[in-house]
C-alpha cells in the first residue's frame, strides 16, 4: 500500500514541477530590448518623441496634485465622487469589505441616486474580498458592478492575467490614478506596518479622458454588452502639462509600459528616481539601467524593505542587488510599513506614474494604466516625497550587502528563478 502512494506524490511533484517550468519558460523574455533616446528628458520634444514612438496621444493643458497616503487619497476621491453630476468609471485591482470600502459603497449609491451613471469594475482575484452586502447596496442603487476575468475552469490558462489598474474618473474631466486599492490597510498616513505608504496622482484635464478610455477597454471586455460614454475633445487650458497615457496588457514581454520604462531610462541625462514595490528587473531593464548608469547617470532606487505581502518577491528582488550597487545604483529599503508607490522621475522633469511596478507581471502579464508627464512642478512634488521617505529608509551599500548571510543567499537564488511569473 506504501509503494503506490510514494508513487502517487512521486508523480505529483513531477507534474507541478513540469507545470512551473513551463510556466517559467513561456514568460521568458523572446528578445532583449536595448534603447536609446534621440531626445533628453529636458528637451522641449520629448513628451511628444515619447508619445509618438509609444502610439500615444498627446495632449495640453493637464493640472496634477500628488496626494500622499490614505488621509489625503482617500477624502480627495471621496469628494470628487460626491459632486459627480454625470458619470462615474471607477477600476481598482482590490475592493475589500470594510471602512473605506463602506465610504466608497455609500458614496458611489448616492452618487447612482442623484442619477449619476456608475460603472465599476474589480479584478475577480484582487477584489474577491466585497462582500455581498456592498454588491447589493451598489447593484440596489443603480450602479453596474462587474467582475474582470473571473475564473473558470474551461480557462485556466488566463488566470494570470489580472487587471491591476486603479483608476477614477468622474464626468470625463477629473481623474486618480496611483497604487491605492479600495481596503483599510491604505488608511492613515502610514504611521506603522499595518498602514501603507502609497501615492495617488489626480488629474485634472484632457488626459483624464484618455484615462477613461483605459477603463472602458477592460469594461467591455468584462461585460456582455456596453456602449462606451466618452466626452468629445474640449479646448486646451493652456501648453502646460504635456501627458499622455500608456496601457498594458499581456503581449508576450514588449508592450507599450515596458518601452516607456526603458526610454524614460534612455533619457536620462543627470538622474533617475525610482520608487515601486516588487523591483524585478528583467534582462532589457537590467541592460538600461547599465546603460544609464555607464553615462553617469544617478540612479537612486527606494523598494519594500522586509515589510512586505510577498516576502518570495522581496528575496527574489534582492537577487539583483549586488548587480546594481557594482553600477553605482543607490538602494533605499523602506522600514516603516509597506512600501507600495510607484513613482519614476527622470531629471527633475519627466515624470511616470499609476499602477504598474518596476517588475514582470506589471510589464509583462497585468493589465496596466500609467500616466507620463513633462512638469518639472509635478517633479518637484514627487522628488519632495522621495527624498521624505529616504529619511525613513535603509541604505543598502556594497561592502554591507556582501556580509549577508549563506541562507539569504540562498533564498534569494532560488526565488529569483521565479522572477518572470512574480
Known amino acids: 500500500m506504501r509503494l503506490p502512494r510514494l508513487r502517487k506524490v512521486a508523480l505529483g511533484v513531477l507534474i507541478t514541477a513540469a507545470v512551473v517550468a513551463s510556466l517559467l519558460l513561456l514568460a521568458q523574455d523572446q528578445v532583449t530590448l536595448k534603447l536609446r533616446s534621440e531626445t533628453g528628458a529636458g528637451d522641449p520634444h520629448h513628451a511628444e ?10 495632449t495640453h493643458g493637464n493640472r496634477f496634485a500628488v496626494l500622499t497616503n490614505g488621509d489625503q487619497i482617500f477624502p480627495a476621491m471621496l469628494e470628487a465622487i460626491q459632486q459627480a453630476k454625470r458619470r462615474i468609471s471607477f477600476e481598482t485591482y482590490i475592493y475589500e469589505s470594510g471602512e473605506v470600502a463602506g465610504a466608497f459603497t455609500r458614496a458611489l449609491a448616492e452618487a447612482a441616486g442623484r442619477g449619476v451613471r456608475v460603472n465599476l469594475v474589480v479584478d475577480a482575484v484582487g477584489g474577491s474580498g466585497i462582500n455581498s452586502d456592498d454588491v447589493k447596496q451598489l447593484e440596489d442603487a443603480g450602479c453596474r458592478v462587474v467582475r474582470f476575468n473571473t475564473l473558470r475552469w474551461y480557462s485556466l490558462e488566463e488566470a494570470n492575467y489580472r487587471t491591476h489598474r486603479k483608476v477614477l474618473v468622474v464626468d470625463g474631466d477629473v481623474a486618480f490614478t496611483g497604487g491605492v486599492g479600495i481596503a483599510d490597510h491604505w488608511k492613515g498616513n502610514a504611521q506603522d506596518e499595518d498602514h501603507w505608504r502609497d501615492t495617488m496622482v489626480q488629474v485634472t484635464g484632457p488626459a483624464a479622458r484618455l484615462l477613461e478610455g483605459g477603463f472602458y477597454e477592460n469594461f467591455t471586455e468584462a461585460v456582455a454588452e456596453a456602449m462606451p460614454e466618452l466626452d468629445g475633445v474640449g479646448p486646451v487650458r493652456g501648453d502646460q502639462g504635456a501627458a499622455f497615457v500608456v496601457r498594458s496588457s499581456p503581449s508576450g514581454g514588449a508592450n507599450d509600459m515596458k518601452r516607456l520604462y526603458l526610454l524614460g531610462l534612455a533619457a536620462a541625462r543627470r538622474s533617475v528616481d525610482i520608487t515601486t514595490p516588487y523591483f524585478m528587473p528583467d534582462e532589457s531593464s537590467r541592460w538600461s539601467l547599465q546603460d544609464a548608469a555607464k553615462r553617469g547617470v544617478q540612479i537612486r532606487l527606494l523598494v519594500e524593505g522586509d515589510k512586505t505581502d510577498a516576502k518570495p ?110
Not at 49 to 58: E, M, P, R
Not at 353 to 365: H, I, K
Request: no cysteine.
Open 49 to 58: 518623441y515619447v508619445a509618438g514612438l509609444l502610439g500615444a496621444q498627446l
Open 313 to 422: 518577491v522581496k528575496y527574489a528582488s534582492r537577487r539583483y542587488y549586488e548587480e546594481l550597487l557594482k553600477l553605482g545604483v543607490e538602494i533605499y529599503e523602506y522600514q516603516p510599513t509597506m512600501m507600495h508607490a510607484k513613482t519614476f522621475v527622470v531629471d527633475g522633469t519627466w515624470n511616470i506614474v499609476g499602477s504598474a511596478n518596476f517588475d514582470n507581471r506589471s510589464l509583462e502579464l497585468n493589465d496596466e494604466l500609467n500616466v507620463a508627464v513633462s512638469s518639472p512642478e509635478l517633479a518637484a512634488r514627487l522628488l519632495e516625497d522621495f527624498d521624505r521617505d529616504r529619511q525613513h529608509a535603509r541604505r543598502i551599500t556594497l561592502e554591507e550587502w556582501r556580509q549577508r548571510s549563506l541562507w539569504s543567499r540562498l533564498l534569494e537564488q532560488f526565488w529569483a528563478l521565479f522572477g518572470e511569473i512574480f
